[in-house]
Structures are given as structure tokens and as C-alpha cells.
């Protein structure tokens, strides 16, 4: 079974609107960590954003907050006031257990292109 | 400071051959982690190194991987009789292991086998 999820493939989005990519996990592990990176066509991984299983707010960064949904399992990320740089693919992963140095189990991606 | 490193940047190899892709982590960093991503994909994890401790092997696809990190640095991942399948991005991470301890990615080598 897949870890995590990630069912938008490609989303399309207008200059200065919001917009949600869809993230949901499966994991038996009461204790993980979900993040989310940005990988541009220049092909670096960016880190943008991390929720920790047990906090108790959603993570916000500037323009980049985490909409933690845990009954439901899902991490969806929403960026607000899309920029033509937010143009990417963007990745959700977990890690699971509560140290922080083991590897990520990342989604698919999903593919945003901003429109002008 | 400087970031994770990796070399070379590109690889292109002959079916059949050996080849060894680097990756020098961001210093004091003691977890090192391999990924692959094939053309348009995710990450597939390979292996990772946690300081002093057997590394963990458990994403490797085949015997034909392997990877050593010498003197809890640099790592060299080496694949043997290179197959086309094998064409991917390799990316190579590092972190600190702390609660967040978000991995910092290489800029990756682009392996294509002919």
C-alpha cells in the first residue's frame, strides 16, 4: 500500500490565488513527522514546511501553511498568494518514528504551474 | 556554509559498466541518505548511513548497489553492470537527526546508461 498520496498529478492556478495540493498518508506509527519539499525544473529539493504528529497547531511558513487533518490522515499543503516561482513540482513525505535522522517515503508529486 | 555535494553532476555510462557517484554531506551531519528518481517520479529511497551504525540497506534494488561512507563523510554509491533501468536521478541528503531535522538535498547526478 502506498504511504503516501498524492492524487493531483498536475494543478493549474491564477497569479495572487491560493491554492491546495492534496496529501494523505498511512502509517501505524503514532509517533511521525510530514514535510513537504519543492522541486523547480532546476531539479533541487527545497524544503518548505514541517508537522510533527503530535503538534497541536498547523505549520505555517510565510506564505506556505499545512492544513494537518490527523483523524483523516491527510497533510495538505496551501500556499496563498501564488507567485510565478511557486511554478514546481511539490512533494509530501513522512518519516515515521520519532528520531529525526531516518529516510522519507515521498508521494508522487503533483506539478504546479502558476498562470500570469 | 556550503551544501551537499555530489559528483558528477552527469554520468553517462555503456550497458554493462561500473560507476561510482560521490556525495560529500554538509559537515557534522551524521545521517546520509541515497535516493533515486526516475524520470517524472518520486524519491525511492536506497540506503542511509547514521553515524558509526550499520547502514541501512533495506531500499537497495539489487546487489549490483552498493555504498560505503568512509570516516563519516563522504559516501560513494557504486552500481556494477550498470543496466538501462538504472537511468535516474541519484540524490544524495544529509541532516542533524534533531525533532524536525529536515534533509538537505544534493543537487543530484543525472545517470544515463546507453
Known amino acids: 500500500a502506498q504511504k503516501i498520496t498524492q492524487t493531483q498529478p498536475g494543478m493549474f492556478v491564477q497569479e495572487k490565488e491560493a491554492v491546495t495540493l492534496d496529501c494523505t498518508y498511512d502509517?501505524?506509527?503514532?509517533?511521525?513527522?510530514l514535510f513537504w519539499y519543492k522541486q523547480p525544473s532546476s531539479g533541487e529539493m527545497i524544503f518548505l514546511i514541517y508537522q510533527g504528529s503530535y503538534d497541536q497547531q498547523n505549520a505555517t511558513e510565510g506564505r506556505y501553511s499545512l492544513n494537518f487533518q490527523k483523524a483523516r490522515k491527510s497533510a495538505n499543503l496551501v500556499i496563498s498568494a501564488s507567485q510565478l516561482g511557486d511554478s514546481a513540482m511539490y512533494f509530501c513525505?513522512?518519516?515515521?518514528?520519532?528520531?529525526?535522522?531516518?529516510?522519507?517515503?515521498f508521494g508522487k508529486g503533483t506539478r504546479l504551474s502558476v498562470i500570469a | 556554509g556550503a551544501g551537499v555535494s555530489q559528483s558528477p553532476s552527469n554520468k553517462v555510462t555503456e550497458k554493462g559498466k561500473d560507476v561510482e557517484l560521490r556525495c560529500d554531506p554538509i559537515?557534522?551531519?551524521?545521517?546520509l541518505y541515497w535516493y533515486r528518481q526516475s524520470l517524472g517520479q518520486g524519491l525511492e529511497f536506497l540506503i542511509y548511513?547514521?553515524?558509526?551504525?550499520?547502514?541501512?540497506k533495506s531500499g537497495l534494488p539489487s546487489d549490483r548497489f552498493s555504498a560505503e561512507r568512509t570516516g563519516g563523510s563522504v559516501s560513494t554509491l557504486t552500481i556494477q553492470r550498470t543496466q538501462q533501468e538504472d537511468s535516474a536521478v541519484y540524490l544524495c541528503a544529509s541532516n542533524h537527526g534533531g525533532r524536525v531535522a529536515e534533509q538537505y538535498f544534493g543537487p543530484g547526478t543525472r545517470l544515463t546508461v546507453t
Open positions: 559537515s557534522g551531519h551524521t545521517a
Open positions: 548511513f547514521q553515524g558509526n551504525s550499520a547502514p541501512d
Open positions: 502509517t501505524s506509527d503514532p509517533s511521525y513527522g
Open positions: 513525505a513522512m518519516r515515521e518514528g520519532w528520531r529525526g535522522n531516518t529516510p522519507l517515503v
